[in-house]
C-alpha cells in the first residue's frame, strides 16, 4: 500500500468512524484513498474548529477524536484546540500533513516544526519519514490518547511517507518500554483513606473531571451513600453528582457557590479525585482549605503534590480508587456528620445562586439559561463557550445527568462551543444538543454553523447577547473603575445575528423581552431538520456571582444580589 492508504487502512482498523478536517497540499495524497473510506470526513472550515469538534466527539462519545490538517498554517491553527484537549485531558489524535521528509528543516513552502509547537501541549507526538512506519505510529498515538490519564497526541507525516510504498499487516506491533500508567491504587493507601474519612469531624469529597473521564459515576454514588459527606465538584465534573442530591454544594471556586467555598475552606479533611486543585478553586493558595488534610488521589502522578501539599497520596484509576474506597468503608463505622453538613446548608440557604430580575424591561441571562436548562431537559447534551454564560451555565442548567456537560475549562477558550457541539452531534445524533455561547465567543467559530448546516448536523446555539465581552467587562466595572477599554462589542446593530445565521443555512430566532423567551425555545426545539440559532438580548451589566477575585484568599468571597458593583462581604 502507499503510505496514505496505509494510513487510511489503519484507521478504520482502529474503530475510526469520523474525522474532522480540511485538505491541503501535503496531506493531499491522504484524501485521495479516504474517498473510497467508511470513515466519514466533515470538511469544516476551519482547523480550529476540527479540533474543538473533535473534542467534542471524544466527550460526548467516550471515544477518541481524530481531526485533520495539512502542513504549516493549516497544522499551526490545530494549535488552540490542542492546547485545550492538553488541560481537559480529552483524546484526540491529530493527523497533520509535513513537507517531504528531504525538505524538513529547509523552511520550504508551509513548513512548520508542528512537533515542536505541540511539544508542551500535547501528552506525545510522532513524526512519521517513512511510510512502513504509519501503522504503528497511529495504533501507538490512539493508545496513549485514550489510557492513563487522556490526552492529545499529534501524528505529522511526512508527504513522501504518504505517497511511497511499503508492505501493510495488522495488528501493528506497539513498543512503549516507558509508558506504564498506574491504574490500580495501593490497597493500603486507600485502607488509611477510608479511616481517615471516619475519624474526620468535616470531610468534604472534592470531585473533578477525572470522574468523568474513568467512567466513574456509579462508584462515586456508592461512595456517597456509604459515607454521607458532603460533594463538591469542579467546572469539568458538572453533572457526575446530581445537583438535586442535597449533600451536593455545588461547584467551588471563583465564581462558585458559597457552600462550596464554604466547605474546602472550613473542612478538616478533603478527598480529591481527579482534580488538579487549580488556581481557579483555591484562590491564594497560602489561605487555601487551613485546616484540613488532603488525600488526593489521581491518576497522573504529576498532579500530586503540585499545586497542594498532601496528606495522602494515591495514584489510581478514579473508578477503581472509589470501587476499592466503598469497599474499605463499608468495614468501618462512619459517623454522622449531621451538624457539618447544616452548617454547609445554612450557606446554601442564606447565599443561593440567584437568578437576578429585570432591570429596565431586559431580559435577565442568568433566567433565559434557566429556561433552556428547563425546556430542553436534563437529557440534552450542554456545551457552552467561555465567560459569563459559562459560569451561568455552570449554575442554572439541570446537571442531573453524566456526560452531558462539555465545556472548555482549563484553558478557558473562547471559540469552543459552536465547533465542539457539532462535535457532540456527530458523536451522538439522537440527543438534543444545545450550545450556550456569548456574542463575543460566538463571532470567533460560528462558519462552523455553516460545516453543520451542510452536512445535516442540527444542533441549537442561544446566543447571550449583552453586547460586550462580559467577564472581561465585569472586571472593569468591578476593579478599574467602569473604564471599559476596548469591551463593547456593539451587537445590537453589526452583526445582526438572525441574518447570519440564516446565510449560514440556519433558522434564525430572536428574543428581547421576557414574553419571548419561551416561544423562541420552544420554536428552537421544535427545528430539528437543520442548525438553529437562538439570539436572546439581554442586559449588559449582569453580573457573575459568587466572586473571589483573582489571586485573593477565598474567605474573601464576595456575594451580590443584583446588577450593582455593591457587593457583600460574607463570613464562612
Given at each position: 500500500m502507499t503510505g496514505a492508504q496505509a494510513l487510511?487502512?489503519?484507521?478504520?482498523?482502529?474503530?475510526?468512524?469520523?474525522?474532522?478536517?480540511?485538505p491541503g497540499g501535503c496531506i493531499l495524497p491522504l484524501y485521495d484513498p479516504l474517498f473510497d473510506s467508511s470513515i466519514r470526513h466533515i470538511l469544516v472550515r476551519h482547523e480550529q474548529?476540527?479540533?474543538h469538534a473533535a473534542e467534542g466527539y471524544a466527550m460526548a462519545s467516550g471515544r477518541v477524536g481524530v481531526c485533520m490538517a495539512t502542513s504549516g498554517p493549516g497544522a499551526?491553527?490545530?494549535?488552540?484546540?490542542?492546547?485545550?484537549?492538553?488541560?481537559?485531558?480529552?483524546?484526540?489524535?491529530?493527523?497533520t500533513g509535513q513537507v517531504n521528509s528531504t525538505s524538513i528543516g529547509t523552511d520550504a513552502?508551509?513548513?512548520?516544526?508542528?512537533?515542536?509547537?505541540?511539544?508542551?501541549?500535547?501528552?506525545?507526538?510522532?513524526?512519521?519519514?517513512?511510510?512502513?512506519?504509519?501503522?504503528?505510529?497511529?495504533?501507538?498515538?490512539?493508545?496513549?490518547?485514550?489510557?492513563?490519564?487522556?490526552?492529545p497526541v499529534l501524528v505529522d507525516v511526512a508527504k513522501d511517507a504518504l505517497t511511497g510504498s511499503a508492505p501493510w499487516s495488522w495488528p501493528a506491533p506497539m513498543r512503549l518500554p516507558g509508558y506504564k500508567p498506574t491504574l490500580t491504587p495501593h490497597f493500603r493507601q486507600v485502607h488509611q483513606a477510608a479511616a481517615m474519612i471516619a475519624e474526620a469531624k468535616r470531610p468534604v469529597l472534592f470531585i473533578g473531571g477525572g470522574i468523568v473521564k474513568s467512567g466513574a459515576v456509579d462508584e462515586l454514588a456508592a461512595v456517597v451513600d456509604r459515607a454521607p459527606m458532603p460533594v463538591v465538584t469542579t467546572l469539568m465534573a458538572r453533572g457526575c453528582f446530581p445537583d438535586s442530591?442535597?449533600?451536593?454544594?455545588?461547584?467551588?471556586?471563583?465564581?462558585?457557590?458559597?457552600?462550596?467555598?464554604?466547605?474546602?475552606?472550613?473542612?478538616?479533611?478533603?478527598?480529591?479525585?481527579?482534580?488538579?486543585?487549580?488556581d481557579r478553586v483555591t484562590g491564594?493558595?497560602?489561605?487555601?482549605?487551613?485546616?484540613?488534610?488532603?488525600?488526593?488521589?489521581?491518576?497522573?502522578?504529576?498532579?500530586?503534590?503540585?499545586?497542594?501539599?498532601?496528606?495522602?497520596?494515591?495514584?489510581?484509576?478514579?473508578?477503581?480508587?472509589?470501587?476499592?474506597?466503598?469497599?474499605?468503608?463499608?468495614?468501618?463505622?462512619?459517623?454522622g456528620w449531621d451538624s457539618w453538613i447544616g452548617y454547609l446548608q445554612g450557606l446554601r440557604d442564606k447565599y443561593p445562586t440567584w437568578a437576578g430580575a429585570p432591570h429596565d424591561g431586559m431580559l435577565q441571562p442568568q433566567e433565559v439559561i434557566r429556561r433552556i436548562g428547563q425546556m430542553a431537559g436534563e437529557d440534552a447534551i450542554f456545551v457552552t463557550g467561555v465567560g459569563q454564560h459559562q459560569m451561568w451555565s455552570a449554575h442554572f442548567l439541570p446537571h442531573e445527568k453524566p456526560y452531558r456537560w462539555l465545556t472548555s475549562g482549563g484553558a478557558g477558550t473562547m471559540g469552543y462551543c459552536v465547533p465542539a457541539a457539532?462535535?457532540?452531534?456527530?458523536?451522538?445524533?439522537?440527543?438534543?444538543?444545545?450550545?450556550?455561547?456569548?456574542?463575543?465567543?460566538?463571532?470567533?467559530?460560528?462558519?462552523?454553523?455553516?460545516?453543520?448546516?451542510?452536512?445535516?448536523?442540527?444542533i441549537k446555539i442561544a446566543i447571550i447577547n449583552n453586547q460586550v465581552l462580559g467577564m472581561v467587562r465585569q472586571w472593569q466595572t468591578l476593579f478599574y473603575n467602569g473604564r471599559y477599554s476596548n469591551t463593547e462589542l456593539h451587537t445590537d446593530r453589526v452583526p445582526d445575528f438572525v441574518k447570519l445565521a440564516e446565510a449560514m443555512g440556519c433558522v434564525g430566532l430572536r428574543a428581547s423581552n421576557e414574553d419571548e423567551v419561551d416561544a423562541v425555545i420552544a420554536q428552537a426545539m421544535?427545528?430539528?431538520?437543520?442548525?438553529?440559532?437562538?439570539?436572546?438580548?439581554?442586559?449588559?451589566?449582569?453580573?457573575v456571582w459568587p466572586m473571589v477575585a483573582a489571586g485573593t484568599s477565598n474567605d474573601d468571597i464576595k456575594y451580590a444580589r443584583d446588577m450593582a458593583p455593591d457587593w457583600e462581604e460574607i463570613t464562612l
Open positions: 487510511v487502512k489503519t484507521l478504520e482498523e482502529l474503530g475510526v468512524e469520523v474525522a474532522f478536517g480540511i474548529g476540527a479540533a499551526t491553527n490545530l494549535v488552540t484546540g490542542l492546547g485545550d484537549a492538553y488541560m481537559d485531558s480529552v483524546p484526540i489524535v491529530a493527523i513552502f508551509q513548513e512548520a516544526d508542528i512537533r515542536g509547537i505541540t511539544f508542551p501541549i500535547t501528552k506525545h507526538n510522532f513524526l512519521v519519514t517513512r511510510p512502513q512506519d504509519i501503522p504503528q505510529a497511529l495504533t501507538e498515538a490512539f493508545h496513549i490518547a485514550s489510557t492513563g490519564r487522556p490526552g442530591n442535597p449533600l451536593n454544594f455545588g461547584m467551588p471556586g471563583m465564581h462558585g457557590t458559597v457552600a462550596a467555598v464554604g466547605a474546602l475552606q472550613k473542612a478538616d479533611l478533603i478527598v480529591a479525585v481527579g482534580v488538579r486543585f487549580d491564594d493558595k497560602a489561605s487555601f482549605a487551613p485546616h484540613a488534610k488532603i488525600i488526593h488521589a489521581d491518576i497522573d502522578p504529576a498532579e500530586i503534590g503540585k499545586n497542594r501539599a498532601v496528606d495522602l497520596p494515591i495514584v489510581g484509576d478514579a473508578r477503581l480508587v472509589l470501587a476499592q474506597l466503598e469497599r474499605n468503608l463499608a468495614d468501618l463505622e462512619v459517623p457539532m462535535g457532540a452531534k456527530v458523536a451522538r445524533p439522537e440527543s438534543v444538543v444545545w450550545g450556550i455561547d456569548g456574542d463575543g465567543c460566538f463571532q470567533m467559530t460560528n462558519q462552523e454553523l455553516t460545516t453543520c448546516a451542510l452536512n445535516g448536523i442540527p421544535e427545528i430539528n431538520d437543520r442548525p438553529v440559532v437562538a439570539e436572546f438580548i439581554v442586559h449588559k451589566d449582569a453580573m
